[in-house]
């Protein structure tokens, strides 16, 4: 009964990525990632109830490297002056 090419691989059917028992997450293309890094770049925007990839306690803490690269289209407030 055993499937010899994956162990408990879920597939996210709204992402369309694939996780590991051991919450390896497999992009399409790129290298593979973490939950918290298929959340921050995917999972967040798809918002569907579909989506595996939702319980906060799996995901953890998503670092701001998760994210896109920077240079995008970051609005920065400047008008944060520094008050001293
Ligand atoms: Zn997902």
């Known amino acids: 009964m055993n499937s010899n090419n994956a162990q408990n691989l879920q597939t996210c059917p709204v992402c369309g990525v694939s ?3 051991d ?5 399409s293309n790129g290298i593979p990632g973490t939950r918290a890094r298929l959340y921050a770049r995917v999972c967040q ?4 109830s579909e ?3 939702q319980e ?3 995901i953890g ?3 701001s490297e998760d ?3 920077s240079g995008e289209d970051l609005h920065i407030p400047v008008a ?3 008050s001293r």
């Not at 925007?45 to 569907?48: F, G, L, P, V």
């Open 45 to 48: 925007y798809a918002q569907k």
């Open 80 to 82: 944060f002056s520094s």
């Open 19 to 21: 996780i590991t028992e």
């Open 56 to 58: 906060t306690k799996l």
């Open 61 to 63: 803490e998503i670092q």
């Open 67 to 69: 994210g896109f690269e």
């Open 51 to 53: 989506c595996i990839n």
């Open 23 to 27: 919450g390896q997450v497999n992009f």
